[in-house]
């Protein structure tokens, strides 16, 4: 790959990382207390792993196939996944090996999927459960309404460990709608680790290129960013 692509993503990275921080300090939060996620299902293998080398431990797939087979190609490299689309049923048992962090566990029927095959790896499951913040049809996650029900059937589930909540802004609200989103659901996780003080409901998974500044300011711990990092460069979306 050429030089002058590596040395953008590596530019774009200090940019957002500079951005993160800087949101963070806005927030009075610890800077080091948000992970960035790089998302890499706009480019290809090689592409990743240049991204991985530039600092990035994280990476997030959000089609199965996509992340399987990027896994195996960067099988030589200490990469967390994180499979954040949607995860049919039938793409279980191959993917939640190579997964560090489930962002999208989207329905009580895939979460009772999980137990079975995360007991035989003898690895409990992470998981998020995706919430539909915006309420938008077209979209996947539970209705904020369901999500205690949800939990309270996980308690069922010894292998499946929920560690938080990830959503996405409203399409096409702009930032003050995004930031209205992003409150909502700092808000459910807040009420939902009061109401289940078994789980540790830690992490909030939410922000992407265009709303990442605003969505740290209201306590996301994870950020998952694509586009912005392969600005200027042949990938760029
Ligand atoms: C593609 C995708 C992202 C990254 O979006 P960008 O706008 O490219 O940063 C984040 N989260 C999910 C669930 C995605 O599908």
């Not at 480019?43 to 399987?68: F, H, I, K, M, T």
């Not at 499979?83 to 993917?95: D, E, F, S, V, Y």
């Not at 979460?111 to 499951?125: D, G, H, K």
């Amino acid at each position: 790959m050429q030089e002058e692509v590596v040395a953008q993503i590596r530019q774009n990275l200090q940019g957002i990382r500079r951005r993160m921080a800087e949101a963070a300090g806005r927030a009075g939060r610890d800077a080091a207390a948000v992970r960035l996620i790089a998302v890499t299902k706009y480019v290809d293998s090689q592409v990743a792993r240049a991204v991985a080398a530039a600092g990035c431990a994280d990476l997030g797939e959000s089609r199965p196939q996509e992340l399987w087979r990027k896994a195996e190609a960067l099988a030589d490299l200490p990469i967390r996944w994180h499979q954040i689309g949607h995860l049919q049923r039938n793409k279980l048992a191959r993917t939640l090996p190579l997964l560090a962090l489930l962002h999208a566990a989207d329905s009580a029927r895939l979460l009772q999927s999980l137990e079975q095959p995360a007991a035989t790896l003898e690895r409990p499951a992470q998981v998020l459960l995706e919430i539909n913040i915006s309420g938008d049809a077209s979209k996947h996650g539970l209705p904020p309404g369901d999500a205690a029900a949800t939990l309270a059937a996980c308690r069922d589930y010894p292998h499946v460990q929920v560690r938080g909540l990830m959503g996405m802004a409203s399409r096409g609200g702009g930032v003050e709608q995004a930031r209205q989103d992003f409150a909502r659901l700092a808000e459910l996780r807040a009420e939902l680790q009061q109401q289940f003080p078994e789980f540790s409901l830690e992490e909030l998974s939410m922000g992407m290129s265009q709303d990442f500044e605003v969505a740290i300011e209201q306590g996301a711990t994870l950020v998952r960013i694509g586009s912005a990092l392969y600005q200027g460069t042949p990938y760029q979306k």
